[in-house]
C-alpha cells in the first residue's frame, strides 16, 4: 500500500531554515509528480510546491517562492522540502501528497502523509 511519511519539521525563530523530507514506499516513486501541500490552524489548505517525475519541472506558491525548494531523490524514494528565511505564516502542518501522474500535480493527489508541524516563533 501506499505510505507517504514526513520528517523534519521543528521549532525554528523567523529568518531560520528547514528541510522536509517525505518518505514514499508502495508504488513506483519515480514515476508520479509530488506536490507539499501546508494547512494553518484554521486555514485551508495551501498548495505550497510541486515537481514532476524526473524531477525537471517544479511549481511554486507566490508565498513561497524564493525562499522554498523542492526536490527529489527517485533512488531514495525521498521528497524534500528546503524552507528558507523562514516567516511566521509559514507555520503549519505540512503534507506531502502524490500526484496522479508523471506531471506536476496542479492541486490534484491521491495519497497523504499524515504531516510534519513547523512552527516558526521566537
Known amino acids: 500500500q501506499v505510505q507517504l511519511v514526513e520528517s523534519g519539521g521543528d521549532l525554528v525563530q523567523p529568518g531560520g531554515s528547514l528541510r522536509l523530507s517525505c518518505a514514499a514506499s508502495?508504488?513506483?516513486?519515480?514515476?508520479?509528480?509530488m506536490t507539499w501541500v501546508r494547512q494553518a490552524p484554521g486555514k485551508g489548505l495551501e498548495w505550497v510546491s510541486d515537481i514532476n517525475s524526473g524531477g525537471g519541472s517544479t511549481y511554486y506558491a507566490g508565498s513561497v517562492k524564493g525562499r522554498f525548494t523542492i526536490s527529489r531523490d527517485n533512488a531514495k524514494n525521498t521528497l524534500y522540502l528546503q524552507m528558507n528565511s523562514l516567516k511566521p505564516e509559514d507555520a503549519a502542518v505540512y503534507f506531502c501528497a502524490k500526484g496522479r501522474g508523471l506531471g506536476l500535480p496542479s492541486g490534484t493527489a491521491d495519497y497523504w502523509g499524515q504531516g510534519t508541524q513547523v512552527t516558526v516563533s521566537s
Open positions: 508502495g508504488f513506483t516513486f519515480s514515476t508520479y509528480g
